[in-house]
């Protein structure tokens, strides 16, 4: 599926059918998010969309929402993200289990924040509480991480925009010699450079060979 829209990786997510993890049960539809500005997940028409995290297959279900990108630039408003909307031939067959269906906080289709967990070995509701407090602010500390990280990504391609120097033919160790000292140069771990740095670059001989055609057609 080819989307054109600003703020899209060339290869955004993968969307693949693995064996079921469990014997007997069908196979499993995935989605494993390969970009820098994140791939939103979408479990119903009355729940927010969250981010899936990066280079996880995370299960899809019938009626599931994917939009890219998830993060959006301060001009950009929701109506510049592609939503793709899956629907299954048997809805039973792509139906979320039982146990899953409350779950909107987490896009592995884990447990939602604020549902409290029933105590097996029958502790006290005060105690079930504390647990359920101490997970909610897990969950909101892991948010603001991926936040953090999402928002470092997006300065450090702001920085390879705003450098002239940096062309098709630059080499990734040209660039690391001219902005290593840069604060959103180092805000970002060494792979995620390289990866924001390959699709930068490629982006820009995209953009060249679109621009020539144009010459070539207009001498015409």
Not at 9 to 18: G, N, V, Y
Not at 31 to 59: F, Y
Not at 85 to 94: T, V
Not at 116 to 130: L, P, V, W, Y
């Amino acid at each position: 599926i080819q989307v054109e829209l600003r703020g899209c990786s060339q290869f955004h997510a993968e969307i693949r059918l693995l064996p079921s993890e469990e014997d007997g049960l069908p196979p499993r539809l995935v989605v494993r998010d390969l970009s820098m500005n994140g791939t939103g997940l979408k479990s119903g028409d009355d729940k927010p969309a969250v981010g899936a995290k990066k280079d996880q297959d995370l299960q899809l279900y019938h009626g599931t929402q994917i939009l890219v990108p998830f993060q959006l630039k301060t001009n950009q408003t929701p109506e510049d993200r592609a939503w793709l909307k899956l629907s299954f031939d048997d809805p039973d067959m792509g139906a979320r289990p039982t146990a899953d269906r409350h779950a909107d906080g987490d896009a592995g289709g884990g447990p939602a924040p604020g549902v409290r967990k029933k105590a097996e070995n029958g502790e006290k509701e005060d105690k079930e509480e504390k647990e359920d407090d101490e997970e909610n602010e897990k969950d909101d500390g892991e948010e603001d991480g991926e936040k953090d990280d999402g928002e470092a990504r997006e300065a450090f391609v702001d920085l390879l925009v705003k450098t002239k120097a940096i062309s098709v033919g630059t080499s990734y160790e040209d660039a690391e010699r001219m902005l290593c000292k840069k604060a959103a140069w180092k805000a970002v771990d060494a792979q995620t450079r390289k990866e924001c740095f390959e699709i930068f670059v490629d982006h820009l001989d995209d953009v060249g060979h679109k621009k020539k055609k144009k010459k070539d057609k207009a001498k015409k």
